[in-house]
């Protein structure tokens, strides 16, 4: 189902490649000129018979245009804003018929936003005529998605290929601050994409926007914004969320007249970073909550009381995370506002990342630490933008601490991390320490290290088994330790190395320093396979427990980069028993790779040697984040990997 979602909440940092503009200007009224757009069930008779796209033949579904027209309204009971939206989609291939199921969403919350006047219909050419079949209110259904947001479903009927479907709507906001972001582009292709914005003199807005190419209109005079040709985005691996690569128009009033007849008298919405700091810091369900009375906070006395005496300051840091992460479990909401009190989290045994990591920063003020709150957007809500103090583009919040002049940060929303390390999640480069004078801090990621030696040979009883030691550190060690804390837990942990390895079956594994998150966890696993085969000829494939066998990367091109978060490093070394009554015939060749000198490295080194074929791979990317330019580059590097862990052994049955 296709999630058209008007309101949106994060606000993007652009990279090189993607270029960014700001505007800041109050807007005129507008009239209407030719558009992209055409009157609602008025088609063009080629885009009927179009059969594929030019542009990109393999699209499963085409975007004709999509147009909006946005306007705020100045009315006695408040301000509003009204969008009008046309939308038409060609359906291509049998692939693109998911296209035909929409679900239209919208900030419910206390009557925020609602949807109006929505029509859908869809147009078939059938024995050379257009067939139109108009969906009816009893088609369209509203869902309540959780206590802020509702969204309207509805799936068109007859849809097959070649169908057109289209459908409008208005929708009416009382958000006036942040209106809703436009997107240009979007997964498939988008022929037309057009945004008006209208609004009276005395309302001021900055408009931040990212395009990977140039606009085919841009009228500020009349605040017409349009785009054309617009290549579809397919995800793949490695990305933060795919809202930071399309392109697309964001919004934010940032002052108002407060008398239409006096318009030099305003009111600024946007300050300064200062400014948003220090009302931060002055807010109920922020500051005052980690300020003043620190007694009265019982997480804070706990932790006083867990390190009275203690001298180690390290030490005292563990036990304090481990405490706020132990008892307040997270409830998976990404807040930076605290919905009650920190008591009434303690008390629920559950809460927020806010009612977690204020939390922490509580308990350690209370127990000594000089501690701040930093914001952050996580990866899956989308990168930052410094230009404007925006507040809604945040939505999670870290703890800082220096410890003998050494810089952490934290996050305590999972107990199986070490206080140490951030989670994927975090790693979105910059955060806003949140202080009387707040900066911007670097989030700089640890390496993710897992480091394999495998064992495998023909038992007394004729039957291939093996034996795996592995350890692990970083973000691989908080992964197995979840697995291992499941339901399934042992069971499920074996099983995880063997979904693509049908001819081997765990046996037993034994898990060293599970409980210690500080530490790398280490695990000692047998398996077996079937009964050998004593054929002339062995072809064995060395056994690796690598995310990169495969190569992840499936596109040809790609119009956005790679961000794999965090470095990576991948040790695997496998040792083959060669069994008796046969020696090697063939081996793989040796074989350095490297990209970019120090981007990222593969050494893949065999030898035969004293009754064992002994191989070392070693996989190393260093460079977390690959501009769309070098993902050719990558993807070729990525398959000489693959194919380098694919090559078999040939041992040959010896002459008696």
Not at 64 to 83: H, Q, R
Not at 105 to 123: G, M
Not at 293 to 302: E, H, M, Y
Not at 388 to 413: C, E, S, W
Request: proline share 4%; aromatic share 14%.
């Amino acid at each position: 189902m296709q999630n058209y979602f008007p309101y949106r909440s994060s606000f993007s940092s652009f990279n090189s490649l993607w270029l960014s503009f700001v505007l800041c200007f109050s807007f005129i009224s507008l009239g209407f000129s030719q558009t992209g757009r055409q009157q609602f069930g008025k088609v063009d008779r080629a885009d009927l018979e179009m059969t594929s796209y030019d542009k990109d033949p393999d699209a499963e579904a085409l975007v004709l245009f999509d147009y909006a027209s946005a306007k705020v309204i100045a009315e006695v009971e408040g301000s509003k804003i009204k969008t009008f939206r046309h939308r038409r989609v060609k359906i291509l291939k049998k692939e693109g018929l998911d296209y035909g199921d929409v679900s239209l969403s919208y900030f419910s919350w206390k009557n925020t936003q609602y949807i109006s006047k929505l029509e859908a219909q869809v147009i078939n050419l059938v024995d050379g005529k257009e067939v139109i079949t108009v969906l009816t209110k009893k088609d369209f259904f509203k869902e309540e998605i959780n206590d802020r947001y509702n969204r309207i479903n509805f799936a068109f009927p007859a849809l097959q290929e070649g169908s057109i479907l289209e459908y409008k709507y208005t929708l009416v906001s009382n958000n006036i601050f942040s209106p809703d972001t436009w997107y240009f582009q979007e997964d498939i292709p988008v022929r037309w994409s057009e945004y008006r914005f209208e609004t009276p003199h005395y309302y001021q807005y900055v408009f931040v926007y990212s395009k990977s190419k140039d606009f085919h209109i841009n009228d500020p005079e009349v605040n017409r914004f349009v785009m054309i040709d617009m290549p579809g985005l397919k995800p793949e691996p490695y990305v933060t969320t795919m809202d930071d690569y399309y392109a697309k128009m964001q919004f934010q009033l940032s002052e108002y007249s407060l008398y239409m007849d006096r318009p030099n008298i305003k009111e600024q919405v946007l300050t300064t970073w200062d400014d948003l700091a220090a009302d931060l810091l002055g807010d109920e369900h922020f500051g005052k909550q980690i300020q003043g009375r620190l007694k009265d906070k019982k997480i804070a006395q706990q932790a006083k009381a867990l390190t009275t005496g203690q001298t180690d300051s390290l030490a005292m840091l563990d036990d304090i995370f481990q405490l706020v992460s132990k008892s307040i479990e997270f409830n998976g909401r990404y807040r930076f506002y605290i919905k009650t009190s920190l008591n009434q989290a303690l008390a629920n045994s559950s809460g927020s990342s806010a009612d977690i990591n204020m939390s922490l920063v509580a308990a350690l003020r209370a127990s000594g630490f000089v501690a701040d709150p930093v914001l952050i957007s996580t990866r899956t809500n989308g990168k930052l933008q410094q230009t404007y103090p925006i507040l809604r583009q945040f939505n999670h919040v870290l703890v800082r601490t220096v410890v003998d002049g050494k810089v952490y940060l934290m996050d305590a929303i999972n107990p199986n991390r070490p206080y140490f390390l951030l989670g994927i999640n975090d790693l979105n480069r910059l955060g806003l320490l949140i202080t009387p004078e707040p900066k911007w801090i670097n989030i700089t990621p640890k390496n993710n290290l897992s480091n394999s030696r495998i064992i495998l040979r023909v038992n007394e009883e004729g039957v291939w088994e093996g034996k795996k030691s592995s350890a692990y550190d970083a973000y691989r060690a908080v992964k197995k330790r979840a697995l291992l804390y499941s339901d399934d837990n042992e069971k499920a942990y074996m099983e995880s190395f063997f979904k693509d390895k049908p001819d081997f079956q765990p046996v037993a594994v034994t898990v060293k320093d599970l409980e210690d998150p500080t530490t790398r966890l280490r695990d000692e696993l047998t398996f077996e396979g079937g009964e050998f085969e004593a054929d002339d000829l062995l072809y064995i494939a060395p056994t690796f427990f690598s995310s990169f066998k495969e190569n992840p990367f499936k596109l040809k091109k790609r119009n956005y980069p790679v961000d794999f978060a965090h470095p990576i490093t991948e040790i695997n070394l496998f040792n083959l028993e060669i069994p008796k009554g046969y020696a090697v015939e063939e081996i793989p060749k040796n074989t350095m790779i490297s990209l970019y000198e120090d981007a990222a490295s593969f050494t893949f080194q065999i030898k035969e040697f004293n009754g064992y074929v002994q191989l070392s791979a070693r996989l190393i990317i260093d460079q977390v984040f690959f501009q769309a330019t070098e993902y050719e580059d990558l993807k070729m590097f990525l398959d000489k990997v693959a194919v380098k862990f694919s090559e078999q052994i040939v041992l040959k049955k010896s002459e008696e």
